[in-house]
């Protein structure tokens, strides 16, 4: 078997991950966090989105995070932008990295959203453009790429399809999300195979969340085909709000346990990240999500 010499892990905890928590995390504990998860060694740490409050309330204060991080040149700290007035509120926080959103699903996509997949498109078309003409990369996310809460499977050729738009759009990256949970490892290639017919392997991302517990299983397969970005959260934040009680998102330390274990670098030091893990697993008042960070911190009290 062939796998990447190294991994860019995208940390989404500060914002996929506390906008899915009960808690409400304060500006200065999301900061706190980002500052703790940049000296663990994380070179990319999504801060934020420029969405409205009245969707995403625990998002709100995103302006003031942007401004009071003490950022790295070699750090990246996207944000997600649905439309042109998050994108002004991006450039004026002096944000250098967004990220767009889609869905692979009909259903998913007029329930999240309130819009097509191709209404969705159009709609940050223009994001792109502009946000590319002031220097700043782009990110494309697709949700729902391996099952969808209301359509059940959804169409690899979907999938392909739109992961094709983006790209061919300016976006960078894609990052691949199986926001239900429900992906399994052939499945999971089998999308991953797809998408690298229209999109070079290094620009793509999966994201797994670990609602039926096959997000560590899904990265290993996805590794083999050369897949060397993996998005987490540290400490497991955020549940699936579609299935009540799933831990949501692969934690940061459970894959990254399992990379160090296969030698491949990440460029991440662990007793930081553990601290990051039990700082925010305080703040929202529950263990984390992670065996990983379980064991060891449990092994650490003796």
């Known amino acids: 078997m062939t796998f990447p010499n190294s991994v860019r ?8 991950g506390l906008q899915n928590e009960p808690a409400d995390v304060s500006t200065v504990n999301r900061v706190e966090l980002i500052h703790k998860l940049q000296d663990a060694g994380l070179k990319s740490i999504e801060a934020g989105s420029f969405t409205s409050p ?3 309330p625990k998002m709100a204060d995103t302006g003031e995070v942007m401004d ?7 750090v990246s700290y996207p944000v997600l932008v649905p439309n042109i007035k998050g994108l002004e509120a991006a ?3 002096d944000a250098r990295e967004i990220a767009v959103f889609a869905a692979a699903s009909e259903t998913f996509s007029q329930k999240n959203i309130n819009c097509s997949i191709a209404e969705s498109i159009g709609r940050f078309m223009p994001v792109v453009t502009r946000a590319i003409s002031e220097g700043i990369k782009v990110r494309g996310y697709i949700s729902c790429v391996l099952g969808c809460p209301y359509e059940g499977d959804v169409s690899i050729t979907n999938v392909r399809r739109i992961s094709s738009t983006l790209f061919d759009m300016g976006c960078y990256e894609i990052s691949l999300g199986d ?21 070079p392997v290094p620009n793509i991302a999966v994201h797994f969340h670990d609602t039926y517990g096959q997000a560590l299983a ?26 009540k009680g799933a831990t949501g998102n692969v934690a940061t330390e459970d894959v990254l346990y399992m990379l160090e274990g296969m030698n491949i670098e990440t460029g991440i030091d662990f007793s930081k990240l553990l601290s990051a893990s039990a700082f925010i697993s305080d703040i929202v008042g529950r263990p984390p999500q992670s065996r990983a960070a379980n064991a060891l911190l449990k092994k650490q009290l003796g």
């Open 68 to 74: 009071r991080i003490k950022r790295r040149n070699d």
């Open 54 to 56: 009245r969707w995403v």
């Open 9 to 16: 892990i995208v940390d989404v905890g500060p914002r996929d």
């Open 91 to 93: 450039l004026a926080a």
């Open 179 to 199: 926001t239900i949970g429900t992906g399994t490892p052939e499945k999971s290639v089998q999308m991953v195979d797809a998408v690298s017919e229209v999109v």
């Open 218 to 243: 899904n990265i290993y397969a996805t590794l083999q085909l050369g897949v060397s970005v993996i998005d987490a959260s540290v400490a497991g934040l955020g549940g699936c709000p579609y299935a």
